[in-house]
């Protein structure tokens, strides 16, 4: 069992950044691909990153590319998402996500475990 808690979302300016943080408690953190996802009203859930269980391989939804970046750090279980450049159509619900899989799918539902969310709002 895995439990995700989400932070560093709030109210940013366009153009601005964000750093959010996903803190991971249960076993075995280091053995889970991560994925982070953020839905909008009205609209689905959708891949924005994906890290797997080293780090040494990174994901990114096209729309992101260049201006996110995912990390992690097994020894304080936690997976990050650096956003920079934000967008006012990237407001959304963002979570966190942990497979089993040993890359981390760009679908729902393949993860086992997902956090509440934190919220990114992005003015204009």
């Known amino acids: 069992q895995v439990q995700l808690v989400e932070s560093g979302g709030g109210l940013v300016q366009a153009g601005g950044s964000l750093r959010l943080s996903c803190a991971a408690s249960?076993?075995?953190?280091?053995?889970?691909?991560m994925g982070w996802f953020r839905q909008s009203p009205g609209k689905e859930r959708e891949f924005v990153a994906g890290?797997?269980?080293?780090?040494?391989?990174?994901y990114y939804a096209d729309s992101v590319k260049g201006r996110f970046t995912i990390s992690r750090d097994n020894a304080k279980n936690t997976v990050y998402l650096q956003m920079n450049s934000l967008k006012p159509e990237e407001t959304a619900v963002y979570y966190c996500a942990a497979t089993s899989l040993s890359a981390p799918p760009f679908t729902t539902r393949q993860y086992n475990y997902w956090g509440q969310g934190t919220q990114v709002t992005v003015s204009s």
């Open positions: 890290i797997n269980w080293n780090g040494g391989t990174t």
């Open positions: 249960g076993r075995a953190f280091f053995s889970y691909a």
